[in-house]
């Protein structure tokens, strides 16, 4: 085994660790050791990944060291703190994979695929199916219902790889997703800015939640189009992929016991991490992949099968980490651009630019500027939450003379869309850590005509309850 290997799943495994030990621990020298691996991880990275695949990473960091250096302030502090920006993300992605060690363990979802084969023999039912699923996970899971939901997917459709079929895949979580933080409570953006602005929370959810509906059917619309661009017949595969699965399916009587089962096991870890949100004072991103661990290790135990846990931990330690050096890499550097980038209130300055223009232009509708702030933030590694902070703090001590429930839903669809877009914000880099797929493409280059159709639905919604 290759010594960089070796030092690479060694570092990626303590940097993991050392996220939930800082996050309970207020150590300071742990938080310093903390940061030293996730330099090491970046240069260890370099070293691992071939040179193209490390441009993105390296100009990441080098924009965030640049930035630091120009803008001053204590360099070694604010470098620790982005070289730990994204460990929360990391901690989250190195334990998702549990979920799938449990999925492998039985065939659940071949079983589930042969009692609804009926209901998803087309690629647009199927894409609708993805879509639903995922917008009901993201009320749990927030974007940690992209990884989780693209081991699921990936699972069914295993046998199928280019381009097209993770465009197919890809948007279907994307698009979902961001269509959640139109309206979902449990997404912080969301409830920041209804909390944040005084706006009635049941006109805020109900407005966002129809035109997120309506944003689903465009979306799968959308995969029409999509499908015929790239030439592919891809219910064909999928129905290929179904009668795959069929052929080693269980008898009816099994296949309604596993589904059953599958569906305790859902709502037993996804109804745990809620309940225990609303029970105990911790933040998701750390909920999450402890209620995982204990969840899968349960689960092992109860099925009798501690062997097979562990030899899963093996396999994934040995072959599984060091093949997630450039993901890992990638969120490590992002978060010392983005660290780098909220020290220099870039945000603010944008804020009272745009209302130095409207001051010259009386006239200018300040509702259809709203949403392209976030965006551009957004491009710039801003999150929806660190963006929303920012503007909708601001807004609240100002006075717009619109409703503010049309105020949140300019920002949130701001929001999704940055989501849609932005190759440096969580969910398209989480996206990219499952498929392999850049940012870019995952972001920009799959959804730009999709976040335009979407920013041009909310404007027409604003506009006419602006009128009205």
């Known amino acids: 085994m290759n010594v960089v290997t070796r030092g690479l799943r060694l570092v990626i495994s303590a940097y993991a660790l050392l996220y939930f030990v800082t996050y309970f621990f207020d150590i300071r020298s742990l938080e310093i050791v903390h940061a030293i691996l996730g330099f090491m991880l970046l240069v ?54 549990a979920i799938g060690w449990v999925l492998r363990s039985e065939p659940y979802i071949e079983d589930i695929i042969g009692l609804a084969h009926n209901f998803l023999n087309t690629s647009r039912k199927f894409y609708f199916g993805v879509l639903s699923f995922t917008h009901i996970i993201s009320y749990f899971l927030l974007f940690g219902a992209i990884p989780m939901m693209y081991q699921f997917v990936d699972e069914i459709l295993k046998n199928q ?48 939640f ?28 999928i129905q290929n992929e179904i009668e795959t699965v ?15 089962e599958f569906g305790f096991l859902f709502i037993t870890l996804f109804g745990t991490i809620f309940l225990m949100y609303e029970m105990i004072n911790l933040e998701l991103m750390i909920l999450i992949p402890i209620v995982i661990v204990i969840w899968a290790g349960i689960y092992f135990l109860i099925k009798k099968r501690p062997a097979l846990l562990m030899s899963e931990i093996k396999e994934y330690y040995q ?9 890992f890499s990638v969120l490590t550097s ?20 745009v209302y130095a223009f409207q001051e010259v232009l009386p006239f200018f509708n300040m509702l259809y500027f709203l949403p392209l702030i976030i965006i551009i933030l957004g491009f710039m590694g801003l999150g929806p939450l660190t963006v929303m902070v920012l503007v909708a703090g ?25 989501i849609l877009l932005s190759p440096l914000i969580m969910p398209v880099i989480v996206l990219s850590a499952a498929n392999g797929v850049s940012p870019f493409k ?19 919604y604003v506009q006419w309850m602006v009128i009205v």
């Open 394 to 418: 601001i807004l609240e001590s100002i006075s717009l003379p619109y409703p503010p429930e049309l105020i949140v839903l300019a920002v949130t669809s701001g929001s999704a869309i940055s």
């Open 161 to 208: 790889r280019g381009e097209a079929w993770e465009n197919f895949k890809g948007t279907a979580l994307l698009r979902s997703f961001a269509l959640s933080t139109l309206w979902v409570i449990s997404i912080p953006s969301f409830a920041y800015a209804v909390e944040a602005l005084n706006a009635s929370l049941p006109i805020a959810i109900l407005q966002g």
């Open 334 to 353: 992002a978060g010392v651009m983005i660290h780098s980038l909220n020290q220099t209130g870039v945000g603010t300055v944008i804020i009272d630019g």
């Open 44 to 97: 260890l990275a370099v070293v691992h990944v071939k040179i193209r695949y490390i441009k993105l990473p390296l100009f990441l960091f080098l924009t965030g060291f640049t930035i630091m250096i120009v803008s001053g302030g204590p360099f070694l502090e604010n470098m620790a703190s982005g070289l730990r920006q994204m460990s929360n993300i990391i901690g989250l992605l190195a334990v998702v994979p």
């Open 442 to 460: 995952n972001g920009l280059r799959f959804n730009y005509k999709f976040a335009l159709v979407l920013y041009v639905l909310v404007q027409i």
């Open 319 to 327: 072959n599984g980490l060091a093949g997630k050096a450039y993901q």
């Open 246 to 260: 069929l052929k080693t399916a269980s008898d009816r009587k099994i296949q309604k016991q596993r589904t059953k």
């Open 210 to 237: 129809l035109l997120a509906m309506a944003g689903l059917l465009i979306a799968v619309t959308f995969s029409y189009f999509e499908e015929k661009k790239y030439g592919i017949d891809l219910t064909a595969e």
